[in-house]
């Protein structure tokens, strides 16, 4: 087997390699001409948010994002307005209604800001959608071309959990800022150093909150009809606390490039994060995005700096004995890390720095995992105890623990 050499337009674009990449989000070997579903890696992130225009600017002051594409009344779009944002390979498209009757607005009222589609960049649409029909997916939109005066990009969508979808991107024909019906779009305003800055330079993982007794159902999907693999599992008490639990399992694609643990409540004293995240959400959904950066000290600086709160880790897990001898030695003091709530985590591949958001909106739904790898594949697996008790701090103090 080999690794796999295909990068993702945006990730050539972020003039990231695979080695780097190996570093950030932990590549593996990979045997692509067998796969069913092959599968590139991440193309964007869709989120439906209540004001896209806000929401475009604060990425852009708050967190370093480079505007580079819009679509609204202006281009033709009468339905809504699209701000196309990166930060190396990390595309987000924030989508707001314009029309009352939009989608969208019904969307928004339903689940507050989230995610509402996961694109995945492939090499062939068509073979994709075949394989996902065959093994009995729900297409939502059949493969097509749009086209403008940059090329052509062949799209198709299957619906996943909820109400979220994968919609499979092939942009190998296509030279544009996103997709056709996008105009090129720069911002018209200085960022907070005079222009932006790379606070983070991959996607890692997107984990999605599934219903009681559904994980094992959409672990098959992405089996069966993405051609995932199995990567991790956390049941038991590797995942509980005194008074909640949850099951978790991580599937991946061959090289591991995109990866997506889905997590199911279970039973416990109390309410678990994931019971309040169906409950406030409304159902099923991504609950947070793993963004990989190569210095999670500076990007935790800058992003506190600028009003972003992080779960607060209490003094007690740095003093641990037992967490010392398990971590080893790490590329900074243990005092800079417990200075800046940073958590770390070792495994036989080698070790990985963490921390956790607050809820982004208003709403206790999607928030941000921020990760450092050096080497280890996993997710951080010893500070689970440690961060399931911080969020129930957090759950306790909004009145739904």
Request: net charge negative.
């Amino acid at each position: 087997m080999s690794i796999d050499h295909t990068l993702t337009s945006q990730e050539r674009l972020a003039d990231l390699d695979l080695d780097q990449l190996r570093r950030l989000v932990g590549l593996v070997e990979y045997d692509h001409e067998g796969d069913p579903f092959p599968v590139t890696g991440w193309d964007a992130v869709v989120w439906a948010v209540g004001n896209a225009t806000q929401t475009a600017l604060h990425y852009q002051l708050v967190f370093g994002m480079e505007l580079v594409a819009y679509s609204g009344p202006e281009t033709g779009n009468r339905d809504h307005q699209a701000y196309v944002l990166r930060s190396g390979a990390v595309r987000f498209v924030f989508q707001g209604g314009v029309d009352p009757a939009s989608p969208l607005l019904d969307h928004h009222r339903r689940h507050g800001d989230g995610v509402v589609d996961i694109a995945l960049e492939v090499p062939d649409v068509d073979r994709c959608i075949a394989h996902a029909r065959a093994q009995g997916a729900t297409i939502l939109v059949e493969p097509h071309d749009v086209v403008d005066e940059h090329g052509t990009v062949r799209t198709a969508a299957l619906a996943t959990y909820g109400e979220t979808r994968h919609t499979v991107v092939d942009r190998s024909r296509y030279t544009g800022p996103y997709l056709p019906g996008y105009v090129a779009r720069t911002a018209d305003h200085a960022g907070p150093e005079g222009r932006p800055e790379r606070l983070f330079q991959a996607l890692d993982h997107v984990v999605g909150n599934v219903e009681l007794g559904r994980m094992d159902e959409w672990v098959d999907f992405y089996n069966r009809i993405m051609g995932f693999t199995n990567m991790a599992e956390f049941v038991g008490e590797d995942i509980a606390t005194e008074y909640s639990a949850l099951m978790s399992k991580v599937v991946a694609s061959g090289n591991h490039r995109v990866k997506f643990p889905l997590n199911e409540p279970a039973a416990g004293r109390r309410r678990s994060q994931i019971d309040e995240y169906l409950d406030f959400y409304g159902g099923p959904g991504a609950q947070h995005l793993a963004l990989a950066t190569d210095d999670i000290l500076r990007t935790v600086d800058v992003l506190r700096a600028r009003g972003i709160r992080f779960l607060p880790t209490p003094a007690s897990y740095y003093d641990d004995p037992a967490l010392r001898a398990r971590i080893g030695e790490v590329r900074v003091p243990i005092e800079e890390l417990r200075s800046r709530g940073i958590l770390v985590d070792r495994d036989e591949d080698g070790y990985l720095l963490q921390i956790f958001t607050k809820p982004l909106g208003d709403r206790p739904t999607v928030f941000f995992e921020l990760i450092e790898r050096h080497g280890s594949l996993g997710f951080g697996k010893g500070n689970f105890k440690a961060l399931f008790e911080a969020i129930e701090r957090e759950q306790a103090r909004r009145g739904n623990f």
